[in-house]
């Protein structure tokens, strides 16, 4: 009988413990429809256009101008450290690397802050 | 010497010696070197870049980098759409003013061999002239008014007048201290960044010459001044060089000029005097 109410306790403070995990990842990782209209925004030829010059994992007809992304040997993680890096190389990219071929997409309002936001996502979310 | 030490030391001088020599595309945009100096940077930058590619297959712009899409052009090139608008330029040149005189009495050579020697600067109005001016020039001696620039028959006549250089290479002089100013006036224009895309014509014309963007293979400035007025696939018509900077300047989010600005012509000087040794092949034909 104690035996019994033991586990059924023990179930009860697993499944509790399992919700917690699922909300917490759900809050560190962007939302799925983020990568999404991150991938929407890379693949848009009047919005960000990545494919012009860079392969894309899926992407038909890419240039081959700027590296294929994402980049052998090293991750976007690895590259940037943290999202707000990337959005902010995306922005301007010309401020980290001067003689840079890309254009500005932040400052010279290509895209939008959100829309930078998630694109960064979907590419943080290439492997 | 350690045997795992030789390759790392070869290797390593390797690179220096590379290094040393390679030229940047960047450092190509100099405005202080003058004309001569240019064109050898250029030259050398593109030989680096394309070892085993001669200079004179330079005409053939993107053509030179895909043997596909080069047996495609040479079937195009069969029936060009853009000899249609070569005619009709020949019919004009060959009509009289109303003074009885015709285009060809403006030229020497009746127009032989001309247009491989323009743009030119000329020393007494301090401005490069054009071909297109020049036609409008011709017309003002005899007592004709200008064509507009970019109309159909200014078109047809820059194109069969152009052509009457065909197979000579582009020959474009800049002498004196005028002329090299509205050439690294145009090489200026060239090199810097503009538009909501913050490209230069040198970003993907110097840079990226022979790659992709998206399914298209980008050419090389040298070679392009060549074979304009061109007909395009993307056009399905024949227009100026000067057409073509319109759209590139629209295409990066730039306010494009007016045809035969001060602008466009000192770039269509330096751009020409890129393609100087290569052989004129007008109307070309681009995708």
Known sequence: MNAHRRTRAGILTGLAGALLLVAAAASAAPAVNNIEAGRALAFDRAKGNCLACHALPGGTQAGDVGPALPMKGVTFQQMFQTKEKLVAFLSDPEKLFPYANMPEFGKNKVLTHQELEQVADYLWSLK | MKKWLVPIVVVALAGNSIAANAVNWWDLGNTKVGPEQTLQQFHEYF?????????????????????????????????????????????????????????????????????????????????????????????????????????????????????????????????????????????????????????????????????????????????????????????????????????????????????????????????????????MNVPGYRP
């Open chain 2, 47 to 279: 030989k680096q870049q394309f070892p085993n590619m001669p200079l004179e297959k330079y005409a053939l712009g993107a053509y030179a980098f895909s043997p596909q899409l080069y047996a495609q052009y040479q079937e195009a090139m069969q029936f060009n759409p853009g000899d249609l608008t070569l005619s009709e330029g020949q019919k004009l040149w060959d009509s009289k003013f109303k003074n009885g005189k015709t285009y060809a009495s403006c030229y020497p050579d009746g127009g032989k061999g001309v247009a491989a020697h323009y743009p030119m600067f000329d020393s007494k109005t301090k401005q490069v002239v054009t071909i297109g001016m020049s036609i409008n020039a011709c017309r003002k001696a005899n007592g004709e008014a200008p064509l507009s620039y970019g109309s159909q028959d200014m078109i047809a006549l820059q194109t069969y007048l152009g052509s009457l250089s065909n197979g000579m290479p582009v020959d474009v002089q800049v002498k004196g201290p005028g002329a090299v100013k509205a050439f690294e006036e145009g090489k200026a224009y060239f090199f810097m960044k503009r538009g909501q895309l913050n490209f230069s014509c040198a970003s993907c014309h110097v840079a990226y010459a022979g790659k992709y963007l998206r399914d298209q293979i980008i050419s090389p400035v040298v070679g392009q001044s060549a074979h304009f007025p061109t007909y395009r696939a993307a056009w399905s018509a024949v227009n100026t060089l000067q057409k073509r900077m319109e759209g590139c300047d629209k295409k990066v989010g730039a306010q494009p000029e007016k045809l035969e600005s001060v602008d466009y012509r000192n770039l269509e000087y330096f751009m020409s005097y890129l393609s100087n040794g290569i052989k």
